[in-house]
């Protein structure tokens, strides 16, 4: 039996994974605990096996972002994983224990071009472009160093998260393939990690007691045509797809500022490389059935 301590009691993650693993049916014994106070300070980690700290801040507005917030990105994403690594190992006292932080692709940078793929791989160095992949960064290099025989560090970079009730960017697909029955035919690549494709990630790294730095992400690339098709087949829609504008949103690519970025953003290709595939790993398709409700495609 393992003892998980998930940090972050309100998360998206962090609730996705608990309720997947009681879904498992296997002996798991999981708390959450809140950071947002000191009281987790005078607790007792030594008692878990694994810490899955997810407690962070995301989906930054970088560009309106006060100094003020930039200073909170790194107190939490940063400087808190570093103190609740260091208390977990210290109160283990020498046990074993493993120690997984949610890191993003973000530390690469949020570059996408729509007329050059981009393809990352374990080689490739992180850049970050924004205080937010510099605080995971940051987080990253410190808690590295932490690692020792009995005190396994696990880094997960994933790409884009998505699932049914998450944030960010996959909401914004929903809503487009039910406002729109066109689509620029605009074939990308991106790499995508549905939540409950994470949920058996974490787990298998936990039942293995791996250590080290991973990219999860799903079987397949998709493109951002394909996403928005796929919504939109689940829910009994259609969408056609047209290439009359292709050579206008590729000229808007150019475009310096706001417009360019939007562009590339939802029609450039950003990958990791295809190293493998995990055998129990939801398909794309099955993916989104999940994501937006029960209907069947």
């Not at 690339?221 to 087949?233: G, Q």
Request: proline fraction near 3%; charged fraction near 25%.
């Amino acid at each position: 039996m393992k003892r998980i301590l998930i940090t972050g009691k309100n998360s998206y993650i962090g609730n996705s994974f608990e309720e997947r693993m009681k879904e498992t049916g296997e002996k798991y014994l999981i708390d959450k605990i809140s950071l947002k106070d000191n009281s987790w300070k005078e607790q007792d980690f030594s008692r878990y096996d694994v810490i899955f700290h997810v407690a962070g801040i995301a989906h930054a507005d970088v560009s309106k972002a006060s100094e003020e917030t930039k200073k909170l990105y790194y107190k939490v994403n940063c400087d808190l994983a570093e103190e609740t690594a260091k208390k977990y190992k210290n109160d283990l006292n020498g046990k074993v224990g493993q120690f997984i932080y949610m890191s993003s692709i973000i530390v690469y940078g949020i570059e996408s071009n729509l007329t050059k793929k981009r393809v990352i791989t374990s080689e490739t160095e992180p850049r970050p472009s924004n205080f937010y992949g510099d605080s995971k960064l940051k987080a990253e290099k410190k808690l590295r160093p932490l690692e020792e025989d009995n005190f396994k560090v696990v880094i997960l970079r994933p790409p884009m998260i998505y699932g049914k009730g998450s944030k960010g960017n996959f909401p914004a697909l929903i809503q487009i393939a039910n406002k729109f029955s066109i689509f620029p035919a605009i074939r990308n690549e991106r790499s995508m990690l549905f939540i409950g494709n994470l949920c058996v990630y974490v787990k298998q790294i936990i039942d293995e007691e791996n250590f080290g730095l991973f990219f999860p992400q799903n079987n397949e690339h998709v493109s951002t045509v394909e996403i928005v098709k796929t919504i939109a087949k689940a829910q009994n829609k259609q969408i056609h797809t047209v290439s009359y504008f292709n050579w206008l949103i590729k000229l808007l690519s150019f475009f310096p500022g706001k417009i360019g970025n939007l562009v590339n953003k939802a029609f450039g290709s950003l990958v990791y490389e295809h190293n493998e595939t995990n055998s129990d790993f939801f398909k794309f398709e099955d993916t989104i059935v999940q994501s937006i409700g029960d209907k069947h495609l």
